[in-house]
């Protein structure tokens, strides 16, 4: 079934030129990533999901790249946003991979222990026959067969290796293994870090051949391998922990790519803010601030210590969160993801007009 985008080979072109600009802090302005819905998705939609396993427990491979394809024929993408559709099995699927039981309903993918075996017991290995990791090849394989290079296959939320830990053990049990196991910790988070790699070197090597770039679960393009990097598990660990298990996968999965974003997710995560500056590979941070917390935009010191430690910077923000950004910080180095995009196609176009406006720059769209 052939794909019928609004989006064609010089928006291709276009994207590939800002973004590369981007990267290579060439571009006088900020990245913004606009996306809307203009239709009604109809009465196949009403039960959707974005979480892959829990619509496969309804829907064959086909039936799901039958009702994607339909989500994303009614997309419209704006400013540097472009087509995507990302393997969506759940935050920190590797858990699944290495036998973890994995919970799928449609609102999230969870994890829970296949066995309660203490940390300095588990035996992590590559499993090329799990049921999960097949998965996850074949979708990506099935929707570039269909898609071509119309679409840009985004990579699957690996995780970071203490959640992928503690999805292993339990939240709670880790936290009393970072004390009582340290070393055990270390030892484990290394072998998950190995892996972690080889899962995405192995499923790149799929959604390569499509040849649209790499993107993966965050609002990123890069012409490489890219990946948003995390470790949510942060928000409860000391900056001295952080420098002792998190440090090292990050400095590691840092140099295995080529476009290196990290997921500074919530207020308990700023204290490690001065390690991430320091990793030189690393190209940008990720502010979320987290549910019930201001929005991006009123956190315009941590915006500017990112920027100023020679980092770029993403962060979702309605429209006058971005204008704000702009305003107060230039916007040269930002990502602006307008969230939530519930905007019309006219109103979009007003407000790329306004940041211009604001910016003293120019589209070329």
Request: net charge negative; hydrophobic share 40%.
């Amino acid at each position: 079934m052939t794909i019928d985008l609004k989006f064609y080979e010089e928006d291709w072109q276009r994207i590939a030129q800002s973004w590369n600009a981007f990267w290579a802090g060439e571009l006088d302005r900020p990245i913004v990533m606009l996306e809307i819905a203009t239709g009604s998705f109809g009465q196949d939609f009403v039960n959707w999901t974005p979480y892959i396993p829990a619509a496969l427990q309804n829907l064959s491979i086909d039936e799901l790249l039958d009702r994607e394809q339909v989500r994303l024929e009614q997309m419209r993408w704006y400013g540097d946003a472009f087509p995507k559709w990302w393997l969506n099995y759940g935050p920190g699927i590797v858990a699944g991979f290495l036998g973890t039981n994995v919970h799928a309903v449609p609102d999230t993918v969870w994890f829970s222990p296949a066995h309660q075996t203490p940390i300095e017991e588990l035996a992590l290995t590559y499993d090329p026959t799990n049921r999960w990791w097949r998965s996850v090849q074949e979708v990506a394989q099935r929707a570039i067969t269909r898609w071509g290079s119309a679409v840009c296959i985004g990579q699957t939320d690996l995780g970071g290796n203490l959640d992928i830990l503690a999805s292993m053990v339990t939240t709670e049990q880790l936290l009393y293994d970072v004390m009582d196991y340290p070393d055990a910790v270390v030892r484990q988070v290394a072998t998950i870090t190995t892996l972690w790699q080889r899962y995405y070197d192995e499923l790149e090597a799929v959604i390569s051949h499509a040849g649209r770039g790499s993107t993966n679960w965050g609002p990123l393009w890069a012409p490489q391998r890219s990946y948003m990097l995390q470790s949510d598990f942060s928000y409860m660990l000391s900056p001295a922990m952080f420098e002792r298990f998190v440090l090292p996968d990050l400095e590691s999965c840092c140099a295995a790519l080529d476009y290196p974003f990290y997921h500074l997710d919530g207020k308990g995560q700023i204290p490690h803010v001065p390690h991430l500056l320091g990793i030189e590979r690393l190209r940008g941070i990720q502010w979320q601030p987290g549910a019930g917390q201001p929005l991006g935009h009123h956190w315009l010191p941590l915006l500017k210590q990112i920027r100023d430690g020679k980092k770029l910077c993403q962060v979702y923000v309605p429209p006058e969160g971005a204008l704000t950004i702009v305003r107060e910080l230039g916007g040269k180095g930002f990502i602006l993801a307008i969230d939530p995009p519930t905007l019309t196609e006219a109103e979009a176009e007003d407000f790329l007009r306004v940041l211009a406006a604001e910016g003293g720059f120019t589209w070329t769209q």
